[in-house]
T-cell receptor
Framework: SAVISQKPSRDICQRGTSLTIQCQVD?????MFWYRQQPGQSLTLIAT?????????ESGFVIDKFPISRPNLTFSTLTVSNMSPEDSSIYLC??????????FGPGTRLTVT | DQQVKQNSPSLSVQEGRISILNCDYT??????FLWYKKYPAEGPTFLIS?????DKNEDGRFTVFLNKSAKHLSLHIVPSQPGDSAVYFC????????????FGTGTQLKVEL
């Protein structure tokens, strides 16, 4: 498994601002991912964070809104840009090492007012 | 289109008895299935997985059964313990789908004394 930490754990932000969420893994991993869990809903994959290249985004998610960085094999950031109340969600990063199991961080609870 | 469905939003079981959590899927191209447990304010924790070439996988108190013809999988927890009270998500991976996991909406399990 992998131990994953996220910062901040929660935040309340104003409409129109941006928030950057950090994800740190305790050891090198091949793949890192960012998910969103909106209230009462399931986890939805936003993008795969690729080390040294641009992230791969899922349908419905774009780089201008959710820019992602992954400078090395243990760290990634997700920025939620120009926020609106609809962006209020839990944002989770995950990592995969080896097979298909992904290990998740504790999440960042974002509220946009 | 919800390709992975957990039709029971909640389940209540007595301590020591069996908990059975169900998951249905619609896409026959899913080839790997996973179960996650999530406590409040924490990220999902990987529990157990099964490949589509198998029909059963067991790990301690947790057993996952896969019925491909019915496109149905279930997680059995025996015996259930109060610490098992959590939200359980099933997830599935598409053949050739890379790293994307499609999650169900979750079932809240409550194990009562």
């Amino acid at each position: 498994s992998a131990v994953i930490s996220q910062k901040p754990s929660r935040d309340i932000c104003q409409r129109g601002t941006s928030l950057t969420i950090q994800c740190q893994v305790d050891s090198q991993v091949t793949m890192m991912f960012w998910y969103r869990q909106q209230p009462g809903q399931s986890l939805t994959l936003i993008a795969t964070a690729n080390q040294g290249s641009e992230a791969t985004y899922e349908s419905g998610f774009v780089i201008d809104k959710f820019p992602i960085s992954r400078p090395n094999l243990t760290f990634s950031t997700l920025t939620v840009s120009n926020m609106s109340p609809e962006d209020s969600s839990i944002y989770l990063c995950s990592a995969r090492r080896g097979s298909y199991e992904q290990y998740f961080g504790p999440g960042t609870r974002l509220t946009v007012t | 289109d919800q390709q992975v469905k957990q039709n029971s939003p909640s389940l209540s079981v007595q301590e020591g008895r069996i908990s059975i959590l169900n998951c249905d899927y619609t896409n026959s191209m899913f080839d790997y299935f996973l179960w996650y447990k999530k406590y409040p304010a924490e990220g999902p924790t990987f529990l157990i997985s099964i490949s589509s070439i198998k029909d059963k996988n067991e790990d301690g108190r947790f057993t996952v059964f896969l019925n491909k013809s019915a496109k149905h999988l279930s997680l059995h927890i025996v015996p259930s313990q109060p610490g098992d009270s959590a939200v359980y998500f099933c997830a599935a991976r598409l053949t050739g789908g890379g790293n994307k996991l499609t999650f169900g909406t979750g079932t809240q399990l409550k194990v009562e004394l």
